[in-house]
C-alpha cells in the first residue's frame, strides 16, 4: 500500500473525492498509488489537501527492513581507515559494497556522504592554505583545521553507526545521493 493510498483511506476519502479538493486529476492520484513519487504541485497539492507535510508522502530512503544490518555497519565502519587520506573513505565502502552486492539506499547514501565530505573537506582545506597566506597564519592554522576535519569524518562515521545500531538507520543524511 502506497503511502497516499494510507493517507487518503485514514481521511476516509475516495480517489474522486481526493481529485476534488487537491484539484490533481484521479488518473495522476492512480498512479501515484501505484508507485510513482509525486513531484513538485502535485506533491504539494495532495500534501495540502491530507493536511500532511510534503515528506510524509515520500519514500523515506534512509529506513532500511530487509537489509543486513552488519553488513551496512561494516560497510560504513570500512570509511574510518582512510580518513587520514580522503580517497580511501570513499574507495573502501565502495569496493565493499559491491563485493557484498549491497546495492540499497543506505549503502549508496553511505557512499555519497562520503564523496561529499571528502569535496568540502578539500574545499575547506585549499581555503585555509590561502588564508594562512593572506593572512599571515602560522603553519599551526592549517594542522588545526586538518585535524578538525579528519575528526569531523569520524564523527559522523561513529554516529551514523549508532544510528544504525538503534534506530535502524542512517543520523546523518544527504537529500541526495551520487550514486
Excluded at 146 to 168: A, C, E, P, Q
Aim: charged residues 20%; hydrophobic residues 50%.
Amino acid at each position: 500500500m502506497s503511502k497516499l493510498t494510507a493517507f487518503r483511506e485514514k481521511l476516509n476519502l475516495t480517489q474522486a473525492e481526493l481529485s476534488e479538493k487537491s484539484g490533481i486529476s484521479i488518473r495522476t492520484i492512480q498512479r501515484i498509488e501505484a508507485g510513482t513519487e509525486p513531484k513538485g504541485y502535485t506533491l504539494k497539492s495532495l500534501a495540502k489537501a491530507l493536511d500532511i507535510e510534503e515528506k510524509e508522502l515520500l519514500e523515506d530512503t534512509t529506513v532500511y527492513e530487509s537489509f543486513d544490518e552488519v553488513v551496512l555497519k561494516i560497510i560504513n565502519i570500512s570509511s574510518l581507515p582512510g580518513t587520514f587520506f580522503p580517497p580511501l573513505n570513499i574507495i573502501f565502502p565502495l569496493l565493499l559494497m559491491f563485493i557484498k552486492k549491497e546495492f540499497n539506499p543506505v549503502t549508496k547514501q553511505i557512499v555519497s556522504l562520503q564523496i561529499m565530505w571528502t569535496v568540502l573537506s578539500v574545499i575547506l582545506f585549499l581555503l585555509t592554505a590561502f588564508m594562512k597566506n593572506w593572512f599571515g597564519w602560522t603553519n599551526r592554522f592549517s594542522l588545526v583545521v586538518m585535524i578538525v576535519l579528519v575528526l569531523s569524518n569520524v564523527f559522523l562515521i561513529l554516529r551514523n553507526t549508532i544510528g544504525l545500531d538503534k534506530h535502524k538507520k542512517l543520523h546523518i543524511t544527504l537529500g541526495f545521493s551520487f550514486i
